[in-house]
């Protein structure tokens, strides 16, 4: 089993950065070998897929966020970030990260991001 948990939301003016991490613990797992997703959730819409990270570190985002967000991994620390700059208030959203294997995904809790205008 693997334990997932977002941190880093918070509220920010429109044209700020943030930087979320996720932070993955456990047993019986290789962070190194896993995949990253970022999702956002805004109320009443979908979970949309924000940045992802494979083992190796392919990365691949929405035409949403490309050049504003940045996907990275620390596989020493088990922990992936997710850099947000010039937020804007399409951003306000909960922010979730799945950390995938082959077989199974992880969720975390989700952590608020509120851009303000």
């Known amino acids: 089993q693997v334990q997932v948990v977002e941190s880093g939301g918070g509220l920010v003016q429109a044209g700020g950065s943030l930087r979320l991490s996720c932070s993955a613990s456990?047993?019986?797992?290789?962070?190194?070998?896993?995949?990253i997703t970022w999702y956002r959730q805004a109320p009443g819409k979908q979970r949309d897929l924000v940045a992802r990270?494979?083992?190796?570190?392919?990365?691949n985002y929405p035409d949403s966020v490309k050049g504003r967000f940045t996907i990275s991994r620390d596989d020493a620390k088990n922990t992936a970030y997710l850099q947000m700059n010039s937020l804007n208030v399409e951003d306000t959203a909960v922010y979730y990260c799945?950390?995938?294997?082959?077989?199974?995904?992880?969720w975390g809790q989700g952590t608020q991001v509120t851009v303000s205008s």
């Open positions: 799945a950390v995938s294997s082959q077989f199974y995904t992880y």
């Open positions: 456990g047993s019986h797992f290789s962070f190194n070998a896993m995949a």
């Open positions: 990270v494979i083992s190796g570190g392919e990365t």
